[in-house]
């Protein structure tokens, strides 16, 4: 095959998805829509990669160096955008046309279309597919004998007849064409249709009439070339790239327990006999390790996750936890934590930016912000590192096999040194020498007969 080019329309206005954000920077399961393009078009070996960006170019920066971004003045339909990008294309190579909004298009579908394309030594080549719900698509229109007449949109009224909406087969959006005929018919494609707007489908027929080939190719599996037009295309999308991702975590040996209540985006991996209970929800770049256990209600952001881990209803962000440590129930993992190996952070206990060393535990009700924790320390429930004075932040550090008592607050910067030991409901606020026990709060009095004295007191007073 040879090298081509690929260039992505994402210029639309969007308008169907009422959002104030470009309808191709929307997520799907943890990558934008014309991220998902993108990484197909990558994979499937082009060698050139063109987006077409609307004039305020929002998309500027967010989608990689290897990627050109050209501009189309106004959105005036697709034969515009992608004469925005014909001083870009590589004379002689095919040049293959996605949409940004058709995120499920695979690599080897791109492939398969420019080798109909090559093998057919067509002037373009439309890729088509059977849909039980062609409603909004281009219906593609075709002769006797097979060949393709036109394609008819159908956004809008007015452009197809009744007989046109009865086709099921329906334009896909993604093309390959031969670059000198394209620049040579694209200027000659009209508005004079119900929107107003330059059809690129229709530069197709005006291709055949100067004397090249129009081959359409049609794709088996319909899902890869359904489009994101408003949310509702979206959520549907969502279900079908979510159980992509999720059978091929089954297949490879995942657990997962409830696939209909659990959302994995598409850039996490997870280790053979890792169990994934429902209503948990893996995001962004995480990685879980093997034999692990997670959730059920859990969700894990961009969070590390190694073998033999345990975590059971919690939220964990930007965090790492090292093998056979367990969380949870009800935890809060903030960035910056690290749980080393066979460590406990148990129920209600929120972690921030700090390190949990080997074996240790902080097993209930605590924040740990700011902290080094020694290998095998133990602190108690309800133990606060102070680490705000309200402008800086500071640390507490507590050294290895430290006896943390239930009910201590630690106003940083303090140490508490190797096996030392704090006594309940202490305020600590100076450094605790290795071994020793530091007690930090007022001494208990009690006043005898104090009952007595009250009701003494009351009755006098009558
Ligand atoms: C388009 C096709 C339709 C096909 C469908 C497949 C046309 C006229 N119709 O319809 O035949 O069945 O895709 O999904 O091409 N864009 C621009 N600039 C513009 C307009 C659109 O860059 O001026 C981009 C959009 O950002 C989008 C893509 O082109 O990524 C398709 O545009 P959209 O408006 O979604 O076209 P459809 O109505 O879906
Ligand atoms: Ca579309």
Redesign the pocket.
């Known amino acids: 095959m040879s090298a081509y080019t690929a260039v992505i ?4 206005q ?1 308008t169907r998805m009422r959002s104030r954000k470009p ?2 920077l929307h997520d799907l399961c943890g990558r934008s829509l014309i991220e998902w393009t993108l990484v197909a078009a990558r994979e499937a070996g082009c060698t050139k990669l063109i987006v ?1 960006d609307a004039p305020e170019r929002p998309l500027d920066g967010l989608l990689g160096d290897d990627v050109e971004l050209v501009v ?1 003045p106004q ?4 034969a ?2 992608v004469a925005a990008a014909l001083a870009s294309l590589p004379a002689g190579s095919p040049v293959v046309i996605l ?4 995120p499920l298009i695979s690599a080897e579908t791109i492939r398969e279309l420019v080798s109909v394309h090559e093998d057919t030594g067509a002037a373009a080549t439309v890729a088509t597919a059977l849909l039980e719900d062609p409603s ?3 219906r593609v229109v075709r002769r006797a004998d097979g060949t393709l007449e036109k ?1 008819v ?1 159908t ?1 809008t009224e007015g452009d197809a007849t009744a007989e046109e909406l009865l086709i099921t087969e ?4 993604v093309y390959v064409f031969d670059p000198a005929a394209l620049t040579e018919a694209l200027p000659a494609v009209g508005t004079d249709n119900s929107q107003g ?1 330059r ?3 229709a530069v197709l027929p005006l291709i055949e009439a100067a004397g090249g080939t129009v081959a359409v190719h049609s794709v088996d599996d319909p899902s890869m070339l359904l ?1 994101a ?1 408003d949310r509702v295309d979206l959520a549907e999308l969502r279900d079908l790239a979510q159980m992509q991702i999720i059978e091929a975590h089954l297949l490879s040996g995942v657990d997962i327990v409830a696939p209909a209540s659990t959302q994995i985006d598409i850039d996490v991996e997870i280790g053979t006999d890792s169990v994934i209970e429902p209503f948990t929800a893996l995001c962004g770049a995480t990685k879980i390790g093997e034999r692990s256990t997670i959730g059920p209600d859990s969700t894990l952001t961009d969070a590390t996750i190694g073998d033999d881990v345990t975590v059971l209803r919690s939220h964990l962000t930007e965090c790492e936890v090292r093998s056979q440590a367990s969380i949870g129930p009800f935890s809060h993992l903030r960035p910056g934590s690290l749980v080393r190996e066979r460590a406990k952070v148990g129920a209600f206990v929120e972690l921030k930016n700090s390190d949990i060393g080997e074996g240790a535990k902080v097993p209930h009700l605590s924040y740990v912000g700011d902290a080094e924790v020694g290998a095998g320390a133990n602190l108690g429930a309800g133990t606060i590192t102070a680490n705000y004075d309200g402008v800086n932040k500071h640390r507490t550090v507590f050294g290895e096999r430290v006896n943390g008592g239930v009910h201590v607050s630690y106003i940083a910067p303090v140490e508490v040194g190797d096996d030392s030991w704090t006594a309940a409901g202490s305020v600590i606020t100076e450094a605790v020498p290795p071994g020793s026990l530091a007690i930090g709060r007022g001494r208990q009095e009690n006043k005898d007969g104090y009952d007595a004295r009250r009701k003494r007191e009351a009755e006098d007073k009558k």
């Open positions: 329309l994402a210029a639309g969007g309808k191709v077409v189309q959105a005036d339909g697709t515009g955008a949409s940004g909004d058709v909004g698509y281009g394609i949109e956004k329906v334009n896909s959006g707007e059809y690129l489908p489009g037009n």
